[in-house]
T-cell receptor, first 111, second 114 residues
């Protein structure tokens, strides 16, 4: 079955630095790759997504890149702020609403 | 516009009992998916409903079931509860049933099985 690997599991950065989280998917038919942010006591919140016909997408301080050949996609957060501290999940799906999630990255941004 | 709502938010049950969780999607959304989140297994897909029909199913035993009503509200049921069923159960809704759509998650129901 489809599998999504996510690294690192924890990431600590100084406020203002950049953070990068990487994911690898197994099924080459995957065509939708969302990223979710989950804060304590809340459900995951969609922060950005990318479709397989696009290589990069940016939304203010957040960007996602996709390498279909290598089956890699990454989340880039620039100018990190303490409120970016949360658990981030990548996910992949194939033409359906069934999302296969990565194992999560706990990001801590220190002031 | 109101987000996805889930009730109850917290639930405590004992082994062998059954439980029903409820999810109300965002107005206009027709697809509802359910996920189980545990520290050990992460976020795992349970099933997805669209227009009152189960369209996708994950790898969970038959004790886990669900349904969707004509107003798109959905319920999931777990029978004969086991300790390992303790988890955060998340519901997500999306606009339509064609291809991939943005999914919006509710706050979840925290189930504890004693």
């Amino acid at each position: 079955g489809e599998n999504v690997e996510q690294h690192p599991s924890t990431l600590s950065v100084q406020e203002g630095d950049s953070a990068v989280i990487k994911c690898t998917y197994s099924d080459s038919a995957s065509n939708y790759f969302p990223w979710y942010k989950q804060e304590l006591g809340k459900g995951p919140q969609l922060i950005i997504d990318i479709r397989s016909n696009v290589g990069e997408k940016k939304d203010q301080r957040i960007a996602v890149t996709l390498n279909k050949t290598a089956k890699h996609f990454s989340l880039h957060i620039t100018e990190t702020q303490p409120e970016d501290s949360a658990v981030y999940f990548c996910a992949a799906s194939i033409d359906t609403d069934k999302l296969i999630f990565g194992t999560g990255t706990r990001l801590q941004v220190f002031p | 516009k109101a987000g996805v709502t889930q009730t109850p938010r917290y639930l405590i049950k004992t082994r062998g009992q059954q439980v029903t969780l409820s999810c109300s999607p965002i107005s206009g959304h027709r697809s509802v998916s359910w996920y189980q989140q545990t520290p050990g297994q992460g976020l795992q897909f349970l099933f997805e409903y669209f227009s009152e029909t189960q369209r996708n199913k994950g790898n969970f035993p038959g004790r886990f079931s669900g349904r969707q009503f004509s107003n798109s509200r959905s319920e999931m049921n777990v029978s004969t509860l086991e300790l390992g069923d303790s988890a955060l159960y998340l519901c997500a809704s999306s606009l339509a049933g064609t291809s991939y759509n943005e999914q919006f998650f509710g706050p979840g129901t925290r189930l504890t099985v004693l």
